[in-house]
């Protein structure tokens, strides 16, 4: 390798380039973010289980991606089940609701499916664009249950006897599922900014 | 580098005490950070990637098979991630041209006596190391700028150390043939 002494002399003199000065309290902090699986033996663990433990891991502690990942995927897969349920419901019920958004409800669950199966997959991608996607996409969920919800509750009204009560759970429940979608991700953003943003 | 000290710290870590893992993280960030930044040329990507490494080893360290020596075992899994931003940077950019290597801004100050000459055989040097296939630029990085040995060597790349020198040696060979690269110099 004597040909390519010159070339060793030059990597001699490059300067090594080293980390900003802060860079250990930045692994540290993101370190704090991650699951504790490392910590402590089943008995710590089972003792992290009180009731204030499980609200704050739920709705206040930064989600990993996996988790953010994971809540989608759930919401996803409750929306699979609507949408089967739907599909083979719908169809023993009377010709008066024959009609209308009602008949779609089934595949629009199905839609709904896939798209949050889908930002599930693209919270994993761990970048902030992506995350910015899921975050749209959430916010447009939101704002589609809302105005299907009034939808099916002016065609069911024409149709039928309105069904107050069961409006108002359908719409709670996709309200509430979405505003717990849009935290996870709120959680999760702050995480990615604490230890990506500089 | 003491391997008995950091076995003590993985246990230390794996018991609860999850603050001594900055003790690891302090003695290994250089020679990470480095890596990640000669594999990217990009100082933000490699904090970025430097910071995913020191998280993926934390999440792993159950994993680590405590017989062999905890540096390899970071620097693969620093170069593992690295090798995947590139394929992925790419992928989206298939068309670009490897980035120009971008000086630190953190860096110590240059010696206003240093020597121009070196300094810009650095700075070609930098900016021909981006334009090596990666896996000849990591085995430079490692022997040559990390000055490791090739049994070490060998062993991160998971290849034989014959395989080792090899790249090394064709690496340095391209690196040789561009420092008289007209190209080079007017790219600034």
């Known amino acids: ?198 | 580098m003491n391997d008995e000290q950091d076995r003590e710290i993985i246990v230390r870590i794996l018991n609860g005490d999850r603050q001594a893992y900055a003790i690891l993280v302090d003695r290994y960030k250089g020679p990470v950070f480095d890596l990640a930044y000669r594999m990217t040329g990009n100082w933000h990507e490699a904090e970025e990637l430097a910071q995913e490494a020191f998280a993926t080893v934390y999440e792993k360290l159950r994993d680590f098979n405590k017989d062999k020596r905890l540096f390899p075992w970071i620097y693969t899994i620093a170069l593992n991630l690295a090798r995947n931003h590139l394929k992925k940077r790419r992928r989206e950019a298939p068309e670009t041209l490897p980035p120009i290597y971008q000086e630190p801004t953190r860096e110590r100050p240059r010696d206003p006596e240093e020597d121009t000459m070196v300094q810009e055989e650095v700075n070609i040097l930098n900016r021909r190391m981006l334009r090596l296939p990666p896996d000849l630029r990591e085995a430079v990085v490692l022997r040559c700028f990390h000055d490791l040995p090739f049994q070490e060597v060998s062993q991160i790349l998971k290849i034989s150390p014959a395989a080792a020198k090899m790249r090394v040696y064709r690496g340095l060979e391209r690196l040789r043939e561009g420092l008289g690269d007209p190209d080079d110099s007017k790219v600034s």
């Open chain 1, 1 to 198: 390798m004597d040909g390519n002494q010159h070339i060793m002399e030059i990597i001699k003199t490059a300067p090594p380039v080293s980390p900003p000065p802060d860079f250990t309290d930045r692994v540290m902090a993101r370190i704090r973010t991650l699951d504790p699986s490392l910590e402590g033996e089943g008995v710590q663990r089972r003792s992290q289980w009180s009731p204030k433990a499980v609200v704050r891991s739920l709705f206040v502690a930064p989600a990993t991606a996996s988790e953010c990942s994971f809540c989608f995927m759930m919401a996803g897969f409750f929306y699979l089940i609507l949408g089967i349920v739907l599909a083979a419901g719908l169809r023993g019920i009377g010709g008066h609701l024959h009609q209308g958004w009602i008949m779609h409800q089934a595949a629009a669950s199905f839609a709904v499916a896939f798209g949050l199966g889908a930002l599930g997959l693209l919270v994993r991608k761990k970048s902030l664009r992506a995350l910015n996607i899921v975050r749209l996409c959430v916010l447009i969920y939101c704002g589609l249950v809302l105005v299907i919800g009034m939808l099916l509750q002016f065609q069911t009204e024409s149709a039928a006897p309105a069904n107050y009560p069961a409006w108002l759970a359908f719409l709670a429940g996709s309200i509430l599922m979405g505003a717990f979608l849009a935290l996870v991700v709120y959680r999760y953003r702050g995480m990615h900014a604490n230890t990506v943003a500089h």
